[in-house]
């Protein structure tokens, strides 16, 4: 009977009501409005991320609570907003960062690294660089994204809108504590500290400075190194991603090793960052669906429907 009535409730919630992912956003902008709030004379532009956190917050409550027929305009808004929303999160931190904190701790976090190797990762890979594997793993680097979302888009083509939701709130749990990484330890990434000792610049062949200069402008102001974003995101799909398939799940498995290497033969990470994403991609893989899993269980505590089971 219990069973039935979680299954009932699952239906309910894809229409309406607060979702796990909801409630997790939302905080995250009431939290982060507050820093705003606390730091705007420091902050550029704090009134206007106000108001954005304001705005995007109303348009989040607004919707929780109506009916969403599928292939609506609403019913896709419920499933895909937390993608702009955690970008538009991670964009603000280039200006809350520098405005806080006012300095980053790249020299301690490279001290690390020279610590355990004896040696700047960044540096050593030289021996091993050539224009071929710039070319490719500036492009592996670069799908990033489309690979994440990947996953996300074979669940909704397959209809499966439950587990397509828990890795929706999987994704905006990982991306908001890095985001949290960030600020609590601003890391710039070896090529900006270390570029003095490289002796050879980075050069590929036809794609690799369109695609460098892309991520510059749309990454270079920000100080999100530690922990590694890509490395924790990309093992999150990569776990997701034994569900769909075997041979899907055997592409993500090559995908995620290439692209790890990636973040440091292109010397955007230090060692110690990759480190620090995988232990958080631990946790989460662990940890978020018992989070998920309570989150439910209070909706269904709460459903007048389950009275006296």
């Known amino acids: 009977?219990?069973?039935?009535?979680?299954?009932?409730?699952?239906?309910?919630?894809?229409?309406?009501?607060?979702?796990?992912?909801?409630?997790?956003?939302?905080?995250?902008?009431?939290?982060?409005?507050?820093?705003?709030?606390?730091?705007?004379?420091?902050?550029?532009?704090?009134?206007?991320?106000?108001?954005?956190?304001?705005?995007?917050?109303?348009?989040?409550?607004?919707?929780?609570?109506?009916?969403?027929?599928?292939?609506?305009?609403?019913?896709?808004?419920?499933?895909?907003?937390?993608?702009?929303?955690?970008?538009?999160?991670?964009?603000?931190?280039?200006?809350?960062?520098?405005?806080?904190?006012?300095?980053?701790?790249?020299?301690?976090?490279?001290?690390?690294?020279?610590?355990?190797?004896?040696?700047?990762?960044?540096v050593w890979l030289e021996r091993l660089q050539t224009p071929l594997l710039t070319e490719c793993m500036q492009i592996i680097y670069t799908l990033f994204l489309p690979m994440m979302l990947l996953v996300a888009v074979i669940l909704w083509r397959r209809g499966r809108l439950p587990e397509f939701r828990f890795y929706a709130f999987l994704l905006s749990l990982g991306f908001l504590l890095s985001y949290v990484g960030y600020f609590l330890v601003p890391v710039r990434g070896p090529r900006f500290l270390l570029d003095p000792l490289q002796s050879v610049p980075l050069e590929g062949l036809w794609s690799f400075p369109f695609l460098r200069h892309l991520l510059d402008v749309v990454e270079a102001a920000h100080y999100d190194c530690f922990p590694s974003g890509h490395a924790e995101m990309i093992l999150l799909a990569w776990w997701s991603s034994r569900r769909l398939s075997r041979r899907l799940y055997g592409i993500f498995t090559v995908y995620t090793v290439l692209m790890v290497f990636s973040t440091v033969y292109l010397r955007y990470h230090y060692t110690v960052d990759l480190a620090a994403g995988a232990a958080l991609a631990g946790v989460l893989v662990f940890a978020a669906p018992r989070v998920y899993g309570c989150e439910k269980g209070r909706e269904l505590a709460a459903d007048p429907s389950c009275a006296g089971s």
């Open 1 to 122: 009977m219990v069973g039935s009535r979680a299954s009932a409730l699952e239906r309910d919630a894809a229409a309406s009501g607060w979702w796990p992912q909801d409630r997790l956003i939302c905080s995250y902008l009431v939290v982060s409005g507050l820093l705003i709030a606390a730091f705007g004379r420091q902050a550029p532009g704090a009134v206007w991320m106000l108001g954005l956190h304001a705005v995007a917050a109303a348009a989040l409550a607004a919707v929780v609570n109506q009916e969403a027929r599928p292939g609506t305009v609403l019913w896709l808004f419920r499933h895909w907003y937390p993608l702009p929303y955690v970008v538009g999160c991670y964009k603000e931190m280039a200006i809350l960062i520098p405005a806080v904190r006012g300095r980053d701790v790249d020299a301690a976090v490279a001290r690390l690294d020279f610590a355990f190797w004896g040696l700047h990762p960044t």
